[in-house]
């Protein structure tokens, strides 16, 4: 076999190993142990629980606990990665499974309560200092099980690769001497590897899912399967305030092969926060707004829920419409009332004074679907108050609590276990689907697989919530802004849904998801003033992956592309110049504009765009600094993306391979944004429904991108989310040098592209 | 209901199911099959993609009814030389992200090298625009075929 590209020798033999025993393998690769018979364990061994992330068995067999939930961002390489690099044993050897249950498991994105949960970016950057310290603690205690059984000093001992090695060359295996170690304590501060001698992180590893994913064993959420289990469909009320009223041949449905019951499901809504509670919070208003349909097989229960004969009422939303939010939008953007997020200066007084000079820009983006390409759905058992569910969840926590607060339970009473999960960017953390399952199964008496169409995914979503802008400014006479003014309205993720995260003034709270990469970024601006203009909706909103930064960046990295349009000076050259104050920024758009050329004049037929943008982890856990340059060339008869340049300051790349995918794919997720999402409202309900009305980038719009990795000193800052935001921008400024048209709406409009 | 035969992944297998339910979730549900994957169900998002008699379908929306004496080939049953190289350098590139759409996508890649041997870039998006991924792994996609194509040639 010919194998082309970056990965290294040692995870090609590797991969030979996988290959030839493909079928074993696989199940090791597969978190559950209850969905197929090849998933459980061969035979049962005596294992020794060395820490909280690792098991060794006596066979030598290293177990790696992986806590958080693979959605396709690479921890379930990247995290066992590094329990294995300071625990020192053969990378080629080792099992992963999923792990729950402990306090060190859990893990903050800004001021909650610790909870397991996938997001924010955060998992590697929280979990790297944790998981380094647990695997070097183990190799401590290892090290000194060995020391005692030889009655020798521990200095005189060292690892290699599973073994404890002393003076004159004696081993033991890691398997032999783990039932003496996992009686030690644990260091709370072992001695860490040095930098050279890590043998795994920093370095491009291969991962761990790759095989059962491209032979189709891996398991996700819509491939659990446990015994008795029955299969439901479901239809929710279209409108979000909706209920059901009356279903009208609830008997002939009953009478249809297959079908074992018809279940009224309790609205459970999206809610904020209770003091507490791991987010999100979901509620039970009083009214039920979905029924199921639970039959044998899926297929049976999707054509009994069309043939279901339901009245909904559209309860208090009905009036919502895209018309009526777009007004809101546009009546806040011009309005009096705003709050203030940050004021330097006298960008007041200033845009007043020289108010015929004022240069303004406005946009609107509307509200978006997560979309994973795995609909929404999972498994639940419900028997004698005891709840086991299983599938594609995002945070154990959150879901073990709106369990149990649906069923009035404890929240000890529910297990979760977690699959792989086929997408998520967000949508998963919340955990409204797993508890229709839940009242699924309690009404049957047997587990229940709630599987939502592609259609019902959609249209009951917890969407991006809109955004629009209003910016405008003043130049001073070198062209650079001498005062700014930016406000941003629309819905409130955070007022939504997060009310202890918003920042609280005497004129009112605000969103710093509204605002992000807004209010904190690093250009030079004497005078700026902030605000913001919450517009509530009764549109179910959510996190999605880049939060609000794909909107706000979109604003504030296109409105700078005007000032530098209208001052005559390079794009690159206006952005490096009010940066010179922040020497990360200036090195990562320094290494995009090098490494696509910018200072050179491109072809007559190719039009670019650069943007920056650093991205600052929730409660300001991390800054990951970005810059791309994207270049737009006709086509046949149209422009298209051909290729953009993203360079990035993640700090340490604990794996380049798997963050080296994070950029074409975050590229890809931006560029559907930029190119196709559109959720519109009408009757109280979301328009679109699959993807001829809400369509995803497929590989013919795919742009080549090309990776620039900066080498750092910082410790890994986070990384999923955050090449996403400045895409949109550099395409919108390639447009304009293209065409000379403005972009201030999202989606872009088909026809700008066309030549 | 009614008995059905199918000849599925080189056996043969009888099933009591509506005529009208689709190959996808025969697969799915009946013979627990289930790396192929439901995403749209209505063709248009590739997760489900199947051979029938060689030739890449949508699963979703062919009623089992339909299938007759045709055979079936999952992603659990492909063989041959272009699976082998296409897997191989799927694993090779670490094309997956989150997953859920390989199997189609990897079907869709074995079709199109059994097609044409060397396949262009502009064939390559011909054959996989509709096969959607949403971590948007294109970049990996279309190098593996390439790096197939090769392996094949070699």
């Known amino acids: 076999m010919k194998v082309i590209g970056r990965v290294p020798e040692s995870a090609l033999s590797r991969r030979l190993v996988l290959a030839g025993t493909a079928a074993g393998v696989a199940s090791l690769l597969v978190p559950v142990t209850l969905v197929s018979s090849d998933a459980r364990p061969s035979q049962e061994q005596t294992t020794y629980d060395i820490t909280d992330w690792i098991t060794i068995a006596a066979t030598g067999e290293v177990t790696l606990g992986l806590s958080q939930p693979e959605v396709g961002q690479g921890s379930y390489t990247v995290l066992p990665q590094i329990l294995a690099d300071e ?19 859990k893990i903050a994105f800004k001021n909650e309560a610790p909870a397991q949960k996938e997001g924010a970016s955060m998992s590697t950057t929280a979990l790297y200092e944790r998981l380094r310290t647990a695997g070097a603690a183990a190799r401590e205690a290892l090290t000194r099980a060995a020391a005692e059984k030889w009655g020798i000093a521990v200095a005189q001992c060292r690892t ?19 039932p003496a170690a996992a009686n030690l304590p644990l260091s709370a501060r072992p001695r860490l590897k040095d930098p050279n001698q890590l043998a795994l992180i920093g370095k491009p590893t291969a991962r761990l899912d790759s095989q059962a994913k491209s032979i189709g064993r891996a398991v996700f959420g819509i491939d659990v399967s446990v015994p008795g289990m029955l299969n439901a469909a479901i239809r929710m009320a279209p ?376 991205y600052i982890g929730r409660g300001g856990r991390f800054k990951t600094y970005v810059a791309e340059v994207v270049e737009l060339a006709p086509v046949d008869d149209k422009l298209k993306v051909n290729r953009v340049f993203c360079a990035v300051d993640p700090g340490l790349a604990v794996n380049p391979n798997t963050l080296a995918a994070q950029i074409e794919g975050g590229i890809g997720f931006a560029m559907t944004t930029a190119l196709h999402s559109r959720i519109t409202f009408s009757n109280g309900g979301a328009d679109q429904s699959n993807f001829f009305d809400y369509p995803l980038l497929s590989i013919d719009e795919m742009p080549e991108v090309v990776p620039i990795v900066l080498p750092s000193d910082r410790p890994p800052q986070g990384f999923g989310e955050v090449v996403l935001a400045p895409l949109a921008p550099a395409v919108a400024q390639a447009v304009l040098q293209a065409t000379g048209r403005r972009l201030d709406v999202m989606p872009f409009p088909d026809a700008v592209f066309r030549t | 209901m009614g008995l059905i035969n199918i000849k599925i992944n080189g056996s043969s297998r009888s099933i009591d199911v509506d005529g009208d339910t689709p190959l996808l979730w025969v697969l799915r549900d009946n013979l627990g099959l289930t790396g192929t994957k439901f995403g749209c169900g209505i063709a248009l998002c590739g997760a489900c993609t199947v051979f029938v008699d060689d030739r890449p379908l949508r699963a979703c929306s062919l009623p089992i009814s339909a299938l007759g004496e045709s055979e079936v080939t999952t992603i659990e049953g492909v063989t041959g030389r272009e699976a082998v190289a296409v897997q191989s350098a799927w694993v090779a590139r670490d094309v997956p992200q989150c997953g859920y759409c390989q199997s189609g996508q990897v079907m869709s890649a074995i079709a199109l090298l059994k097609e044409i041997r060397k396949p262009t870039d502009r064939d390559i998006d011909l054959a996989l625009n509709g096969n959607l991924c949403r971590c948007a792994t294109y970049v990996r996609i279309r190098a593996a075929i390439h790096d197939a194509a090769r392996a094949l040639e070699g």
């Open chain 1, 87 to 105: 625990l020192d044993v053969e990378w080629q050897r080792v099992k992963v499974r999923f792990v729950t249950g402990k306090e060190a498991y």
């Open chain 1, 160 to 178: 290699e690769k599973g073994f404890v090695i002393n003076a004159v060359g004696d081993r033991l295996s890691y398997g032999e001497i783990a």
């Open chain 1, 239 to 614: 409108c979000f305030t909706g209920a059901v009223v009356e279903i009208r041949n609830e008997a002939e449905i009953l009478k249809r092969p297959g079908v074992h019951a018809l279940v009224r499901i309790a609205a459970v809504d999206v809610a904020n926060e209770e003091a507490g509670s791991q987010h999100p919070a979901l509620t039970r208003p009083p009214r039920d707004n979905a029924v199921c349909v639970v039959a044998d097989h899926f297929w049976q229960a999707k054509r009994a829920v069309e043939a279901l004969d339901v009245v909904f009422d559209p309860g208090t939303g009905r009036d919502l419409s895209s018309a009526k939010i777009d007004a809101l939008l546009q009546a806040a953007l011009d309005g009096d009332a705003a709050v203030p997020v940050i004021e330097i200066g006298a960008p007041r007084q200033i845009l007043r004074d020289k108010a015929a000079s004022v240069i303004e820009r406005r946009f609107v983006l509307p509200h978006i679907a997560h979309a994973p390409l795995e609909p929404v759905n999972a498994t639940a058992s419900y028997r004698d108050g005891a709840i086991e569910v299983w599938g594609s969840i995002q945070s154990v926590d959150a879901c073990r609590e709106a369990v149990a607060t649906a069923v009035g339970c404890a929240t000890d009473a529910v297990s979760v276990n977690v699959t792989f999960l086929g997408g998520s960017f967000g949508r998963k953390i919340v955990p409204d689907y797993v508890v229709q399952a839940v009242q699924a199964s309690k009404a049957v008496g047997r587990p229940v697989k709630l599987i939502r169409t592609r259609e019902e995914d959609t249209q009951h979503d917890v969407f991006r919530p809109n955004a629009g802008a209003r910016i405008r400014a003043v130049l001073d006479e070198a062209g650079y802004p001498l005062a700014v003014h930016a406000r941003v309205a629309g819905q409130s993720l955070f007022g939504a849904t997060r009310k202890s995260w918003l920042d609280r003034t005497p004129e009112g709270s605000w969103d710093e998801s509204m605002v992000d990469g807004i209010y904190n970024q690093s250009y030079r601006l004497p005078n700026f003033l902030v605000e913001t203009v919450d517009t509530p909706l009764p549109i179910p909103v959510y996190f999605m992956r880049s939060v609000g930064s794909t909107a706000a960046v979109f604003f504030w990295e296109s409105f700078i592309s005007e000032l530098a349009s209208r001052a005559r000076i390079d794009q690159y050259v206006y952005r490096r110049n009010l940066l010179t104050a922040d020497p990360l920024a200036l090195r990562v758009l320094d290494a995009v504009a090098q490494a696509s050329n910018w200072m050179t004049p491109s072809e007559p037929d190719l039009f670019r765009g650069i943007a920056y943008n650093c």
